[in-house]
């Protein structure tokens, strides 16, 4: 069964540095999704990107980061300066079509800023 | 504010039995109601979606209702296994200007032999 993959599945970087965080989203899918788990916290929205824009955004998603389809497979986060509070469990999702379709989560990019 | 309120924060159950899990919430205007099945440090999946319309969805052993008059939905697990422990979460979808998801804290149930 097709699955959406992430990579890296761990990350750790200095504060102040940039990561990306990288996605394959299932193949014939349209909408791609970012959210992010505080250790201990709720899943929470970050964005949804449609046509090669972003559709939704949080009030999270600051100008801090940024995301990008840099080709036909690949979906990815930017953080450009990282914080101690970006240290959280980033997941990626996918849906075929309309937004009422179910969406498929990726495993996770756990990011520790240190 | 929009919230999504879950109960309980965590149950424990013996296997084979039932159990029920529940979600109020005030988001408006509501769109959608979602519960996802969350293994510790993986990612979400998905068990149910419900429209406005729509006051029961069915997937296994799963069944999940949604009151939109009340603003309740509940997770009901039958003939529960061990594989069933996990965090189940509330998801309810927000279209309103902006399309927002909007996520309770979960119930983490736990199944024991």
């Known amino acids: 069964e097709p699955e959406v993959t992430q990579t890296p599945s761990h990350q750790v970087t200095q504060m102040g540095q940039e990561v990306i965080l990288r996605c394959v989203p299932i193949s014939n899918h349209l909408y791609f999704y970012w959210y992010r788990q505080i250790l201990g916290q709720k899943v929470e929205f970050l964005v949804s990107f449609y046509n090669n824009e972003i559709s939704e955004k949080s009030e999270i998603f600051d100008d801090q980061f940024s995301v990008e389809r840099p080709d036909g497979s690949n979906f990815t986060l930017k953080i450009r300066s990282t914080k101690l509070e970006d240290s959280a469990m980033y997941f990626c999702?996918?849906?075929?079509?309309?937004?009422?379709?179910?969406?498929?989560f990726g495993p996770g990019t756990r990011l520790l800023v240190l | 504010k929009n919230q999504v309120e879950q109960s309980p924060q965590s149950l424990i159950i013996l296997e084979g039995k039932n159990c029920t899990l529940q979600c109020n919430y005030t988001v408006s205007p509501f769109s959608n109601l979602r519960w996802y099945k969350q293994d510790t440090g993986r990612g979400p999946v998905s068990l149910t979606i419900?429209?406005?319309?729509?006051n029961t969805k069915s997937n296994g052993r799963y069944t999940a209702t949604l009151d939109a008059d009340t603003k309740q939905s509940s997770l009901h697990i039958t003939a529960s296994q061990l594989s069933d422990s996990a965090s189940y979460i509330c998801?309810?979808?927000?279209?309103?200007?902006?399309?927002?998801?909007?996520f309770g804290t979960g119930t983490r149930l736990k199944v024991l032999a």
């Open positions: 419900m429209t406005f319309s729509e």
């Open positions: 998801v309810v979808g927000s279209v309103g200007g902006t399309y927002k998801y909007i």
């Open positions: 999702a996918s849906t075929k079509e309309q937004r009422h379709q179910t969406q498929y």
